[in-house]
């Protein structure tokens, strides 16, 4: 099972967890999972048409995935994918 | 009887390598280090450019800062060359130092030659005390402390990040410290925002945080920029700055920024914070990424939560804020590993940092085109620009 790190904006969207676990052999069937389980993320990470939305950025480890093969990249059981939208918090 | 020091001098002459200003020079062209063993007052007074000072009471403790490499030609000089006859032996029979010389006449004969002589900027009896512990650092030094003292860094916001930011930086003695905020201190900021002070509740940010950078290092100058950055006065601040530190609250000016600091080959080092999460890292137009590479839109209002009021723990922006001052020094003065092309993500309750890469778009709207192309209108710019920057305040 792959790790999914859950970034601060989107922690009410998946009960508060910092981590999900999910199956799956590709960035998207695992997003998929993330997805079917806490619908709440599914406007957050996609776009109406499918594709990642481009405020959000998918890590496979340290790798952005749109460098890699996108939603079809590969994942093992021991990878982790980081979720990482924009932050913009200065705490005025 | 022991031999007399002139003696053992005569001695040590005649077991190490001695050459003429000349072939130093010569020989410093090709790759040797020079390395200036005399005090601090006369190295101030003038040395051979180039040349590493390693004062002769020091030698054994830092010559590795200078000359890290034992098969690398060292030649050590003086004032006349007793004083660097001494050193040579040290390096060449106490520390294995493989091809020493000391060159003969030392700096007066090179004086005496003509030879090109640097005279550095002098710091005073203060200062050197004030930046000792920075001076003492191989990576520093004087010279360093000079870029320092030279430098001029703008912080966007004396809030939560721009807070610690500043302070350091004084205390380093960062020469010119822009700062750009709009706002008064309020009580509530007090919890994370240590520049300002209960007494000055009410008081412009950047009145406060001057007042305090002023307490700690009169050596610092700040401007105080008492407005809200915009597209009306980007490119009349930015330009007067070496280094941007972005800490702002908001998308649009981030983009805003993005796009001005690209056109003007200004490096940003750009921090955000939210509860107990914070990102950090180092835009630098044309060597790595940009912020529009990382992202090329913002995210709507409602995942934009900077937006409203949030809760951040209060150490979090003082760490985030640090992190930011420490890669702004190392960009001044070009030392180690800038966070370039990489963004890093702290996780305070877990106290965890994962870092990710950050590559440069080869399309993207702004970077991927020469700065004198990037027009006004474009700057700032996204799509509904508008819709956003009325959820944004």
Redesign the interface.
Known sequence: MATIRIPPVLRASVGGVKEIQADGSSVGEILRVVVDSHPDTQSQLFSPDGQLNRYVNVYLNDEDVRVLDGLETAVGDHDTLVILPAMAGGAR | MSPSGAEVLRQIKSRIDEIDPAAAREQSSHGAVLVDVRETDEWSAGHVPGARHVPKSHLESRIEGAAPDRSVPVIVYCASGNRSAWAARTLIEDLGYEHVSSMTGGFTLWKDRGYEVEVPRSMTLEQRERYSRHILLPEVGMEGQQKLLDARVLL??A????SPTALYLAAAGVGTLGIVDD?VVDVS?LQ?QVIHTTDRVGMPKVESAAMTVMALNPDVKVEQHRLRLGADNIMEILPNYDIVVD?????PT?YLLNDASVRLRIPVVSA??????G?LSVFKPYEGPCYRC???????AE????CGA?G?IGVL?GTMGLLQATEVIKLILDIGNPLIGR?L?Y?AL?ATV??????RDPNCPICSRAPEEISDQEMGAFPDYDAFCAGAH
Do not use: Y
């Not at chain 2, 809030?159 to 721009?162: H, I, R, W």
């Not at chain 2, 995942?303 to 900077?306: D, K, R």
């Open positions: 966007l916001g809030g939560g990040l721009g706002d900021n994370r800490g702002l609250d908001n998308f981030r955000a914070i939210l509860g107990f999460d990102q990382l992202f090329p839109v913002p995210p709507p995942l934009a939560p900077s949030n951040v922006p963004l993500m996780d877990a994962t870092e990710v890469k950050v590559r």
